[in-house]
């Protein structure tokens, strides 16, 4: 195996999606998407949409193999206030959704976006407090 295979293989999927500069662009858009997404607009009415996007980049970016800098709460209790708001299985499934479609604007590989999909998909019983 070469150095090139090697590190190729050792590489983040923070690294293979191109980094701090990708999950800057891609956290921006995904809200942008989500404020405009009658399913789940209600959940964000009353949040701080700049500190709600650094502390998504911060997670996101530890998340995918990243630096750690996330200081947030724990899924289950970041989420715990929605649930009384309603949050189901269907309000997830429109962030999957836009989760996806602004990783397909960012010409994020299919195989990448599954990884992420991935991810996502593993905090769903957090988030919904199950």
Same mark, same amino acid.
């Given at each position: &195996?070469?150095a090139t295979q090697?590190?190729?293989? *050792?590489e983040?999927?923070?690294?293979k @999606? ?10 921006? @858009?995904f /809200?942008r998407k989500?404020?405009?997404? /009658?399913r789940?607009?209600? #959940?964000f009415?009353n949040?701080?949409m700049?500190?709600?996007?650094a502390?998504?980049?911060? #997670? ?5 193999g990243g630096?750690?800098n996330?200081?947030?709460?724990d ?6 206030r #929605? @649930?009384?708001?309603?949050l189901?299985?269907?309000h997830?499934?429109?962030? &999957?959704?836009?989760l996806?479609?602004?990783l ?7 195989e990448?976006?599954a990884?992420v999909?991935?991810i996502?998909e593993?905090?769903r019983?957090d988030v919904? *407090?199950?």
């Amino acid at each position: &195996m070469s150095a090139t295979q090697d590190t190729t293989l *050792n590489e983040t999927l923070f690294d293979k @999606i191109g980094g701090a500069p990708a999950v800057e662009a891609a956290v921006d @858009i995904f /809200y942008r998407k989500v404020l405009m997404d /009658y399913r789940i607009n209600r #959940f964000f009415e009353n949040t701080d949409m700049d500190t709600q996007r650094a502390k998504q980049k911060a #997670f996101l970016t530890m998340a995918f193999g990243g630096p750690n800098n996330y200081t947030g709460t724990d899924m289950r209790n970041a989420h715990a206030r #929605f @649930i009384k708001m309603g949050l189901d299985d269907s309000h997830f499934d429109a962030v &999957m959704e836009n989760l996806g479609a602004t990783l397909e604007e960012l010409d994020v590989p299919q195989e990448l976006i599954a990884e992420v999909a991935a991810i996502a998909e593993s905090t769903r019983n957090d988030v919904l *407090n199950r």
